[in-house]
């Protein structure tokens, strides 16, 4: 019994010492409150690019297309016409000289493809390499400029549990950053 009440006792010691000692939660220097990601963020950020593209699809229109109870009905009807398809997407530059990586179902097919960069400037690409199946596409840009890019990093010395961010223009209305953690 008496051993029983030194455990416990011991345990209660330690339990009110380290609530005793904790470290307070709140920030308490401007130089704490900027310990973050933000430096990061504004390095990467130039090199993360809009993607618009168009691409021209054929498919059946008939005069009840428009309206969705007729749509189901007479979806096979009609002759093809074609459809301008407009798709919005994030790509990464890879090298100064112009060189993107983004997804295939943004710029598959593509017509026009305008890049917009971080600054607001404007540059015409085509894809040059593609695989639907991994959904990754290539693009060269249509610039002699010497572009913000970042650098690959070789994927064995990438380690679990390293935090990696994610940082994207999805939408076009201005980019989004995330953090994660590499797992298996």
Do not use: W
């Amino acid at each position: 019994m008496v051993k029983k009440m030194i455990r416990i006792l011991i345990l209660t010691f330690f339990c009110i010492s380290s609530v005793a000692f904790a470290k307070d939660t709140v920030p308490e220097s401007e130089i704490e409150i900027k310990l973050s990601f933000v430096p990061l963020v504004k390095q990467a950020a130039p090199a993360v690019v809009n993607i618009y593209a168009k691409r021209i699809i054929e498919e059946r229109r008939s005069p009840f297309s428009r309206d969705p109870f007729f749509r189901d009905f007479f979806r096979n009807f009609g002759q093809l016409q074609p459809r301008v398809q407009n798709s919005l997407g994030s790509g990464v530059i890879l090298s100064a000289d112009g060189y993107v990586v983004s997804n295939y179902h943004v710029v598959g097919g593509a017509t026009d493809i305008r890049v917009v960069l971080h600054d607001g400037r404007e540059i015409s690409g085509n894809v040059i390499l593609s695989d639907q199946e991994s959904d990754l596409a290539v693009l060269k840009l249509n610039s002699d400029e010497v572009l913000p890019y970042l650098k690959l990093r070789k994927s064995d010395t990438v380690e679990v549990g390293e935090l990696v961010l994610a940082i994207g223009n999805p939408f076009g209305v201005g980019q989004t950053v995330t953090n994660g953690i590499i797992s298996d």
